[in-house]
């Protein structure tokens, strides 16, 4: 499992469950809308590490949006949406493109029987599992954000698809954020704006903007070492996260409707929303 190295000026969020036993995978959601980072116990991807560390996708628009399950499924009926992968990630070897294909239908089977096993309460109409081929390094500091609120919950689960640790820091969640720091933003914008650009104001005051090089705000970070093939959920609107260093991974973000929360009061705009009333008005 996880080697995490927590620094104590945080709360300390990460929580275990084993992953082969039935009724603790029923007791994931309400720890995942709970703002935890929860790692799977005796339950891993089985995948060919070694194959996956000898690769890599290109950095591009279209090879970093990977369609995983639309390339398998359009293949199978024969339409290649990537018609030069063999020539851009295998040096032209179409065996190795095929086994690539077995491994990536192999590991998607897997990760859909998992979300199956844990959703509980929540209804997916269609799993949403993105490949990510290519390596990141040292992204910023920050919670998801977006240009426009999104309304709906979601439903998110990370693999690490390499042969070494896949490296992240976590830091504030966004409770920690709205009751320490949300005060210190302007009352007119507490006022005026949704809850969505609350929070892309707050993930911004606490953590700086996009550069991670010249505008890290030095916030305390744990560090988080993921096995090859490890498992973990968190939700990455209420959990500030950055991914290090890693090459190759599974970023299943599914969505979910608001009414189907164990907690609906705990989605991530409706934790804005309270702590904003209870500072505009307070009791
Ligand atoms: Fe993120």
Sequence with gaps: MALI????????????????????????IPLYEDEKVILLRNRKIDFDADFFASFQLPPTREYKKFKAFQYLDEYAKGNDLYPSLAKDCFGGDRTRAAYFREQLGSILRQVVSLLNETAGPYRIDRQRVTYRGSPTFNENL????????????????????????????????????????LAELPRKDL????????NKALNFHVFGGLNGLYEDMKQPRHLAFFEPGEIWFVD???????????????????????SNMADPARHYLARTDARRQELLCPA
């Design 5 to 28: 190295f927590r620094d104590p000026r945080l709360p300390d969020y990460f929580a275990e469950i084993d992953g082969t036993d039935p009724a603790a995978l029923k007791e994931l």
């Design 142 to 181: 920050h919670i998801d954000v977006y240009k426009e609120e999104i309304p709906t919950h979601h439903f998110r689960v990370f693999v690490n698809l390499d042969s070494a640790h896949r490296i992240w820091h976590t830091s504030w969640r966004l409770s920690d954020m709205l009751r320490d720091r």
């Design 191 to 198: 006022e005026s704006l949704n809850a969505g650009d609350i």
């Design 236 to 258: 990455s609107r209420t959990v500030a996260h950055q991914i290090f260093y890693g090459r190759q991974a599974i970023s299943s973000e599914s969505v979910v409707e608001r």
